[in-house]
Nanobody
Framework: VQLQASGGGLVQAGDSLRLSCTASGRTVSTLTVAWFRQAPGKDREFVAGARWGDRKTAYADSVKGRSTFSKDNARNTVSLQMNILTLEDTAVYYC???????????????????WGQGTLVTVSS
């Protein structure tokens, strides 16, 4: 499975951004897929994700209510729409996938098997 992330860029605080991750080698409908991010000097953190076959999505508290995770099975793509961006959203964003279908509580912390190359989001004031 290969993942290609895109959509990052330089935006202003308050703007919106849509990140996309296109998978090849396996359909996203059969993958658990998540977005992570790593800000400068910080550990990588879970942002949003969903188990395969599950319509429920998990979000980090920091993005809940202003972000939407979605899957497009026809395009084999997952997206992360982020609104009302803040300086704290500045990070490299990675999409990750696993063939496992974990327990819901493990979605945020389990080891993912496949990682995209990352796309940089920079939010300026």
């Amino acid at each position: 499975v290969q993942l290609q992330a895109s959509g990052g860029g330089l935006v202003q605080a308050g703007d919106s951004l849509r990140l996309s991750c296109t998978a090849s080698g396996r359909t996203v409908s059969t993958l658990t897929v998540a977005w992570f991010r790593q800000a400068p000097g910080k550990d990588r953190e879970f942002v949003a994700g969903a188990r395969w076959g599950d319509r429920k999505t998990a979000y980090a508290d920091s993005v809940k209510g202003r972000s939407t995770f979605s899957k497009d099975n026809a395009r084999n793509t997952v997206s992360l729409q982020m609104n009302i961006l803040t300086l704290e959203d500045t990070a490299v964003y990675y999409c990750a996938a696993s063939e496992r279908n974990p327990a819901w509580s493990w979605l945020r912390t389990m080891p993912y098997d496949y990682w995209g190359q990352g796309t940089l989001v920079t939010v300026s004031s």
